[in-house]
């Protein structure tokens, strides 16, 4: 199962072998999944509902497959229980280097921790629960020691910043559930290029900044900043709507149960995005008053 974020565009369902591959499947008319980008079953190279073919006995009447047995496949409240246990646990770090005042060196740090171990797991064939957690562990104490350095200076930034990414989460998933937003592989395709852009723009702010000094290009501050921290939470919602498409389809098709790990591991990931962007955006609207 494809897992989508900001930063990174994990294996799915056109990664080929393994127990992520598939058959390709022309669409069907009438198929709701015909123009989904992730519409083939990549679970049907293993025998089961979805690859059994069926017979019928002459003169009677066609017998609809048996529903799929539940065991061992993923379900919402594996996604659930695995996004709770996830986003619980950078909560709690959160929580601990806030309360300890943890210096910005040690949170920098431990925000360089958890972006390799992001790493590691995104190239991952299989998703790995101490790895997603440890991620989420060290992730946590970053954002803590981050909100509080930024809440010294925007008295309650950082409660805004969690309100906000609350709301942006539940505005898409009513849309999503709505169909108002519709993934189409178009719509994958646009989601992409914009944050590869995006990121890389960002990127070469960096370099400037790191040889130059001070904001590089501008890109963090003033109103090229908010321009791009709303850009920024506007991609990260773009990127929710990617989640519960695939989360939705990996239901669907039966994806197994540890593929759940996968599910919680990007949308942390996308709400993380989130709370950052409207973290720096709420920094920079409001230290400019």
Do not use: C, H
């Amino acid at each position: 199962m494809r897992s989508s974020n900001p930063v990174f565009s994990r294996r799915g369902f056109s990664r080929s072998g393994g127990y992520a591959g598939f058959q390709q499947q022309p669409p069907q008319a009438g198929n709701p999944y015909a123009t989904n980008p992730y519409a083939a079953n990549p679970y049907g190279q293993q025998p089961g509902p979805y690859t059994a073919q069926q017979t019928q006995a002459p003169g009677q009447p066609y017998a609809p497959p048996a529903a799929p047995p539940s065991a061992g496949r993923m379900t919402i409240d594996d996604v659930v229980a695995r996004t709770g246990m996830t986003l619980g646990l950078v909560i709690v770090t959160a929580a601990i280097a806030w309360i300890t005042g943890l210096s910005l060196p040690l949170a920098v740090g431990a925000g360089l921790v958890a972006m390799v171990l992001s790493l590691v797991q995104a190239f991952k064939r299989k998703p790995s629960p101490a790895l997603i957690l440890a991620y989420a562990a060290f992730e946590g104490l970053f954002l803590g020691a981050l909100s509080n350095y930024v809440n010294q200076f925007v008295n309650g930034a950082a409660m805004q910043a969690v309100l906000g990414t609350l709301a942006v989460f539940t505005a898409v998933l009513v849309l999503y559930k709505t169909r108002v937003i519709r993934v189409t592989q178009r719509f994958y395709r646009f989601v992409m290029a914009a944050a590869i852009g995006f990121v890389l723009l960002m990127a070469v702010n960096l370099l400037f900044a790191a040889f130059s000094g001070g904001d590089g290009l501008g890109f963090r501050s003033g109103g090229l900043g908010i321009l791009f921290g709303v850009i920024g939470v506007v991609l990260g919602a773009l990127f929710l709507a990617l989640d519960f498409k695939q989360v939705e389809d990996g239901i669907a098709y039966g994806a197994p149960k540890e593929e759940s790990w996968l599910a919680a591991f990007g949308l942390t990931l996308t709400l993380v995005w989130i709370y950052l962007e409207f973290l720096r955006l709420i920094a920079i609207l409001q230290g400019d008053n």
